[in-house]
């Protein structure tokens, strides 16, 4: 059988990617220190923002909404491929301020 996904599910799964990768992005990118200090979640309006952007896109996904913008809901197993790919750049800006701050040129 065919081990790739479709088109809808592949396009749900891009789009999740790029939602979550730039709202864990967000939070790394608002200091130079390391992501999990405790100023963590001071900015309460980020927070906000990133709630309802979450909760905005499970809505889509979740609801007939999705029809309108041909995603599709996703199952676990998809949620499992599709985080690792958003903590991507979570991982590589924490590396590089790691760098910055303890590798001496």
């Known amino acids: 059988g065919n081990n790739f996904y479709g088109l809808e599910i592949s396009r749900t799964m891009v789009l999740t990617v790029g939602l979550l990768f730039e709202i864990v992005f967000v939070y790394s990118c608002r200091t130079d220190n390391f992501i999990l200090n405790k100023e963590f979640f001071k900015n309460k309006y980020v927070n906000y923002a ?6 905005a896109h499970l809505v889509l996904l979740y609801t007939h909404l999705g029809v309108l913008f041909g995603v599709v809901p996703l199952n676990i197993k998809q949620w499992l491929i599709v985080i690792p ?13 790691f760098g910055k701050k303890y590798i001496k040129k």
């Not at 958003?86 to 590089?96: K, P, Q, R, T, Y």
């Open 50 to 55: 990133v709630v309802i952007s979450i909760a």
């Open 85 to 97: 790919f958003a903590l991507s750049g979570l991982i590589l800006v924490e590396a590089w301020k």
